[in-house]
């Protein structure tokens, strides 16, 4: 039986962001969905009033009550991805976080957003100065990029991720894919605290995989990526 694969994007995405590795995936034989979350479809005229748990649920809805999957989750992506995982840990087959991680409770990806309602998508520069690394962009995927992008609703940027007090979710097979931060960084911050963002690494025992490039890999290297993926869910089988 061919392996459920959710591919959830981050910030500003929907499902089209994963088409090249949506579509390698389903080469290797995998059952592939590549989810556009509450609050990120542009046709939606309520999508500013979107949570994270209504992006939890669409995440759970997407794998059914009687199902397990694999979630790979790209930055900001991970918040709801690792909510979903604390709701239902036995419905997480594995947990693969792209130049993210399962963020910890209480931490908010965006702070002082004051009244604002959207965060829309910054300038180049800005993005940059903020650690988001362009590498391996053309000119013709920023393009896309800016023309697809879809404003972050503040609801879900702003809100700080709350977890329950179980612990089963530490138990999920865990791998992190490091592709602008190195993996052997990421876990000297996770396990030395100065990031607080990458506390629940050492927790949930991820294995930190290297894929240098930049923010953006499913753009920037589709193949590479797909192939990760793949051979992290053939092991996990």
Known sequence: MATRILLIPGFWLG????????GTLRGYGHDVRALTLPGLDPDDTDRLTATLDDQAEAILAAIGPDDDAVLVAHSGGAVPAYLATDRAPGRIRHAIYVDSAPIPDGIALREDLGADREVVLPSWAELEAEGNSL???DEAALAKFRERAVSQPA??????LALSESTARLEVPTTVVCTSITAELVGQLGASGEAPIFAEVPRVGADLVD???GH??????PAALAELI???VEKSA
């Not at 499902?15 to 949506?22: F, L, M, N, R, T």
């Not at 609801?155 to 700080?160: E, R």
């Open 216 to 221: 953006w890999p499913m753009w920037s290297e």
């Open 211 to 213: 894929l240098p490039t």
């Open 155 to 160: 609801s879900i940027a702003g809100a700080p």
């Open 15 to 22: 499902a089209w962001a994963w088409d090249e590795v949506a």
């Open 135 to 137: 590498a391996g962009l």
């Open 230 to 232: 793949h051979g992290v």
